[in-house]
């Protein structure tokens, strides 16, 4: 699992249109994951407030506020 | 390209252990492709002031800051 290197290569140079190092690529992979990380466990809080077993789009959208 | 509805879900069932809703995989996925590209193209500033061809690790964790 991860966020790899070719793709995040190929975001990078989709945005920039330029060379992308390997570690310039590690590290949106690293940053993208710590992210949805901290996301997924604020949306959790969420869902459990509600006493649901399903994490919901709304539970996402509310995390990030 | 993108962050795919079965990666998304994934990620969020990582950290979560719940069921996740396809909306809610979407959402991840739309709100990673942004925070991607604001990172891009502000390492992408970075990488230009310095006159270089290629985005490197220093830029993108330059731009987060």
Redesign the interface.
Same mark, same amino acid.
């Given at each position: 699992?991860g966020f790899t290197t070719p793709k995040?290569k190929?975001?990078?140079k &989709?945005?920039?249109g330029?060379?992308?190092?390997d570690? !310039?690529a590690?590290?949106?992979g690293e /940053?993208? =994951?710590t992210?949805?990380?901290d996301?997924? =466990?604020e !949306?959790?809080a969420i869902?459990r407030e509600n006493g #649901? &077993?399903?994490? #919901?789009?709304d539970? /996402? #959208?509310e995390a990030?506020k």
């Open positions: 699992m995040m190929e975001t990078i &989709k945005h920039t330029k060379r992308v190092s570690d !310039a590690n590290s949106l /940053i993208l =994951e992210f949805a990380g996301i997924s =466990e !949306a959790l869902t #649901r &077993k399903t994490v #919901r789009d539970d /996402i #959208r990030l």
